[in-house]
């Protein structure tokens, strides 16, 4: 059997961010609207017939039965009693530890290409909970649309978003989402709000003022940024973003930063392309 599909891995920011518990278990309750974005990775899944999951782009410093990809696919084999397996090959652009989703939106893209290929016809329900068992981020990017989100990020809501253009930076530094979570000075019970509420007048990132203090790159961006636009983090960062009414405003910005950072400019996306490439293969 030979088949194979390139799709992309989008990425997301969080246009807000609230904490508003903590669960027996570890787990950070929270509020959050997750905005995906049309750029991103992409990913080249090609099926084998040994049953055997390669990674031909393996991540420096991941082993590959760490990557979220390889236990993604593993995790379809397991539960569908698929016998094939696949060559997978990533082509990265999204940086690691940037709080824009690189790894979940590798992980969802990889079941719902599988599940695809694999004709193993899981239903969108089951790859969400396969995918929230390896992250809780995951399942937006499964079921691919602009949502709210409650729970620990798999109570989803999907939102229509007006269409903006996004300056997304990444400081020199990476943010340890463990860290952030588990220090002793997080706020963990913000009040929770509606939809409405954010709509109208916004929302802060709860982690932001931690973060900022315990990462100073990640503040002089956030200062860098906020001449031009209401400059926020996303997730736990350690990217920032801000947004525009149009394409040339945002690339305009994104020309004048310092060399210290990088960062790339998006449109808002309100459904992921690859539920659309997948229906037309």
Known sequence: MSASITLPCPAKINLFLRITGRRADGYHTLQTLFQLLDYGDSITLTVRDDGQIRLLSPLPGVPDQDN??????????????????????????????????????????????????????????????????????????????????????????????????YVVIKPECEVSTAEIFSHQQLTRHDSPIKIAAFLEGGS???????????????????????????????????????SFADQASAEAVLAQRPDSLSGFVARGLQHSPVHQLLQSN
């Open 204 to 242: 802060p990132n709860s982690c932001e003022p931690l973060v900022r203090k315990l990462y100073p790159e990640v503040d002089k961006a956030l200062i860098w940024l906020d001449q031009f636009a209401p400059a926020k983090l996303t997730g736990t960062g350690a990217c920032i973003f801000a």
């Open 68 to 165: 979220l990809v390889v236990r993604a696919a593993r995790g379809l084999q397991a539960a569908s009693g698929c016998k094939l397996g696949a060559d997978i090959h990533l082509d990265k652009r999204l940086p690691m530890g940037g709080g824009i989703g690189g790894g979940s939106s590798n992980a969802a893209t990889t079941l719902l290409g599988l599940n695809h290929l694999w004709q193993t016809a899981m239903p969108i329900d089951a790859l969400c909970e396969l995918g929230l068992g390896l992250g809780a981020d995951i399942p937006v990017f499964v079921r691919g649309e602009t949502a709210w989100a409650e729970g620990i990020g798999e109570t989803l809501q999907p939102v229509e978003m007006p269409s903006r253009w």
